[in-house]
């Protein structure tokens, strides 16, 4: 016995709760419960699970490639109905979902794609070139005579990290009059978001027009940096609507926020899967996007999660 598949089994105990089927069960995983945004998923998720009539497996990935993928394993290994999953690393969780797909446990994936894995029921998410597409219109709206730009990318391996980034260079490349300064990982995270702003705002000889952050995470943390070192005039620009990114854009810490409509994603994610289970159906198309939107002060009425913000 492997080491992964002892991993798996020990999962797999502690997952059934005492149960020794999962016939009415759908796994529901996130890369890791440490993000605001993934806990909301994760609401989402359990929400629209228990009203199809089916009972939630909750799966923490804990940012860890290998956790996430032992939870997907002990979940195979109890027979659920169904995965609906947004994956830490979308290389890394292929083998996993494979499995899935191999032992006719229907895979709807979420916000994170993995196009090597054929197979896959559905994949729900934003159309994150777009969004990263919706941040550079953005910044050329509003220094139409040029800007210089800190750019703070998401975690290395993540889908939304590489097609966000691949969308805010689609628009201001090829345009002399919008130079990237500085552009480096952070993450996904709110002290990396702080350390490397810090590091980048202290490497130049003078402040930037823009920070643009692939989350509202490191938007959050490069504002406390810009604050520490006492500049104003900023604009940083954020991704995800996360409640407090939106209490920021309303007072002013933040100049925008991209919206994704997450609980919409995963709604829907759950959504195709439940119709695939009960009667076979399968989505017209296996590719289901939203648009993202900019949000900005004049526009907050439209984020999904405005009523959470104080």
Same mark, same amino acid.
Do not use: C, W
């Given at each position: ?22 016939? *009415? ?52 290994? #109890? ?31 979420? *916000? ?22 919706? #941040? ?8 139409? *005579? ?26 201001? *490349? ?89 609980? #919409? ?46």
């Amino acid at each position: 016995m492997t080491r992964r598949t002892v991993v798996a089994s020990v999962v797999a105990l502690s997952l059934m709760s005492g149960s020794a089927l999962a016939a *009415d069960k759908i796994l529901a995983s996130v890369p890791g419960l440490s993000f605001p945004f993934f806990v909301h998923m994760m609401n989402a998720f359990k929400a629209e699970i228990v009203k199809q009539g089916y009972e939630a497996i909750e799966s923490d990935g804990q940012v860890s490639s290998p956790k996430q993928t032992a939870d997907v394993e002990a979940a195979i290994t #109890q027979g659920v109905k169904g995965i609906v999953i947004s994956p830490n690393e979308v290389d890394a969780m292929a083998p996993a979902l494979q499995q899935a797909v191999e032992a006719g446990i229907p895979v709807v994936t979420v *916000d994170r794609r993995v196009p090597s894995v054929e197979g896959i029921l559905a994949h729900v998410g934003a159309d994150n070139v777009k969004g990263g597409e919706a #941040q550079g219109n953005l910044i050329m709206s509003m220094f139409p *005579d040029g800007a210089t730009i800190i750019n703070l990318q998401g975690q290395s391996g993540a889908s939304p990290a590489i097609d966000r980034n691949k969308g805010l260079h689609n628009v201001l *490349d090829g345009n002399d009059k919008y130079k990237i300064v500085f552009e480096q990982t952070a993450g996904f995270a709110r002290d990396k978001g702080l350390s490397v702003t810090e590091a980048a705002l202290s490497g130049l000889a003078e402040a930037p027009k823009v920070i643009v952050a692939a989350n509202d995470d490191m938007a959050l943390g490069a504002m406390e940096a810009v604050k520490a070192r006492g500049l104003s005039g900023i604009a940083i620009i954020g991704f995800d609507a996360l409640p407090e990114a939106l209490a920021q854009v309303r007072d002013g810490g933040l100049t925008a926020t991209i919206e994704q409509f997450p609980g #919409q994603q995963s709604a829907l994610g759950v959504q195709t899967l439940v119709a695939f289970l009960k009667d076979g159906t399968k989505p017209a198309e296996k590719v289901l996007l939203l648009t993202p939107v900019a949000v900005t002060k004049d526009n907050l009425n439209i984020a999904e999660r405005l009523g959470e913000v104080k």
